[in-house]
């Protein structure tokens, strides 16, 4: 059974730091792309960042110079680092991991993130 499990979210002033985890199970972690996707109060589901299987990054233009998505393959991780963040960065953060043009596509429960001004 495959598992996404996120971790590290909390609440945090504003200009301070979190790293969110994220540890797949049950996947052929190094063929993923993974990506963190948040979700704020009323608002639709939106692409914070994703890394592919050789490394290549995408970042929305939101959190671009802020936020670094790596990852670990050895430990079948994806992380997401979140620095100088704003109280707009406060959201449910959903780790997600996808092969094969969506064909296998898998979420995570969410970790909140909440931003204090």
């Known amino acids: 059974q495959v598992q996404l499990v996120e971790s590290g979210g909390g609440l945090v002033q504003a200009g301070r730091s979190l790293r969110l985890s994220c540890a797949a199970s049950?996947?052929?972690?190094?063929?993923?792309?993974m990506g963190w996707y948040r979700q704020a109060p009323g608002k639709q589901r939106e692409l914070v960042a994703d890394i592919d299987s050789g490394g290549s990054t995408n970042y929305a233009d939101s959190v671009k110079g802020r936020f670094t998505i790596s990852r670990d393959n050895a430990k079948n991780t994806a992380y997401l680092q979140m620095n100088n963040l704003k109280p707009e960065d406060t959201a449910v953060y959903y780790c997600?991991?996808?092969?094969?043009?969506?064909?296998?596509?898998?979420w995570g429960q969410g970790t909140q993130v909440t931003v204090s001004s």
């Open positions: 997600n991991a996808v092969w094969s043009f969506r064909a296998f596509d898998f």
């Open positions: 049950a996947i052929t972690f190094g063929r993923y792309t």
